[in-house]
């Protein structure tokens, strides 16, 4: 059912682009046809595309103010969305009201109006008394035609991107607030569903059908798969489970429960097994759960000691590499970036010797080392020479 209505909104989308190739191509049709009919028909076919374009232009923007939506602000609407905005209703009833209180009596002024218009362009068009009436039909079809596109254009387009910057601005704000309570995991998700829906991000693959039944049941304010795991990473710290459950529950196999361990991860550090995140990173399932292993993998940064911290360094790197692995562009290049400029700056820090070199001229400089963490004790360093034991 759902390729079937993309398949007819595909369809109505080339119609509707024939149509209006069509209408522009007839006008600009009868301007060539005249103007190889003048005695300068470059000048008379040049001087009728600035008029044609000039009056679209005007007809355009006339469009775009009549299609432009209007907010919902009722008590029965709902806030925030846009709705078609009435003033082509209204302008068109004041239009038939005036015609009809003026009387037919007045509509003489309107050929006057046309004449008067046509006789100040026909230069333009070559100075032949014919070029009188051609351009006055010039300017009233092209207006016409730039009308109907901007407010079609205007109508259809603009309420889509305006509910998408709309939508994109509370994910980043919401992503700005987790931030602050220190939910680095869900703050970069936020950040990334903000991204896509301004299209600077691309998704990942899709979904696989029997992901849905393999996840627990979701709230009323949960939405598909991305809501359970939203729910699953705010409960993970209230959870019951342990790091060896966390890794029996990511090791049973399915794609459902693998998730379920992931989100828990993410939601609480404690519980995520490095080994784990790097399985779903190389050897994923499907796009979705390479994303929300990179979301795991991306709370685990400041817990890493130096050796880890570059298997997952290698782990990320190879998969932005490989062919078949993250596509450049997407949601899983972002975080898989993300978490490679984090690591160059937590992971290893440049050290640098004191001690000078044996002609005693400059100090020499070491290459970069892995910092110490809570599990390795920092290696003391001493310019005395240790003791020699006697045999």
């Not at 000048?43 to 209007?70: E, K, N, W």
């Not at 190879?318 to 700056?345: H, N, T």
Request: aromatic share 6%.
């Amino acid at each position: 059912m759902a390729k079937a209505r993309r398949g007819g909104t595909a369809a109505q989308r080339t119609a509707q682009w024939a149509a209006a190739g069509v209408l522009a191509g007839t006008g600009l049709l009868g301007l060539l046809l005249f103007s190889l009919g003048q005695e300068q028909a470059w000048q008379a076919l040049g001087g009728g595309l600035v008029v044609a374009g000039a009056a679209a232009v005007l007809g355009g923007a006339l469009g775009f103010l009549f299609g432009v939506p209007r907010v919902r602000g009722g008590a029965e609407e709902p806030q925030g969305s846009y709705a078609p905005n009435t003033n082509l209703e209204q302008v068109s009833d004041w239009l038939t009201k005036v015609l009809l209180g003026v009387g037919l009596t007045q509509l003489g002024s309107l050929g006057e109006r046309l004449h008067q218009l046509g006789t100040a362009l026909a230069p333009a068009l070559g100075g032949e008394g014919s070029a009188v009436p051609f351009a006055a039909a010039l300017v009233l079809y092209f207006l016409v035609f730039g009308f109907l596109a901007g407010w079609l254009v205007t109508r259809l387009a603009l309420p889509q991107v305006l509910n998408d910057a709309d939508q994109a601005l509370d994910l980043f704000l919401a992503g700005q607030d987790r931030d602050r309570r220190g939910d680095k995991v869900g703050a970069d998700d936020l950040r990334v569903r903000a991204m896509q829906h301004l299209g600077l991000l691309g998704g990942s693959a899709e979904q696989p059908g029997a992901l849905a039944a393999q996840l627990p049941p979701a709230s009323s304010a949960s939405s598909g798969p991305d809501g359970v795991v939203a729910e699953v990473r705010s409960t993970a710290r209230r959870s019951a489970l342990n790091a060896d459950q966390v890794r029996a529950l990511y090791a049973d196999g399915s794609e459902g429960r693998r998730i379920q361990a992931l989100a828990l991860m993410q939601g609480d550090p404690s519980l995520a097994d490095l080994p784990s995140v790097l399985d779903a990173i190389e050897r994923p399932r499907s796009g979705f759960e390479q994303y929300h292993a990179l979301l795991a993998a991306r709370g685990l940064l400041s817990r890493l000691p130096g050796a880890e911290a570059q298997r997952l360094r290698d782990a990320v790197a190879r998969q932005l590499m490989l062919p078949e692995g993250i596509p450049y562009g997407s949601d899983r290049s972002w975080l898989a970036e993300k978490i490679l400029s984090r690591l160059e700056v937590t992971a290893f820090v440049p050290v640098q010797s004191t001690a000078p070199d044996p002609a005693g001229t400059a100090t020499a400089q070491t290459p970069p080392v892995a910092a110490p963490s809570a599990e390795t004790p920092p290696v003391e360093t001493s310019s005395a020479a240790p003791p020699v034991e006697n045999g």
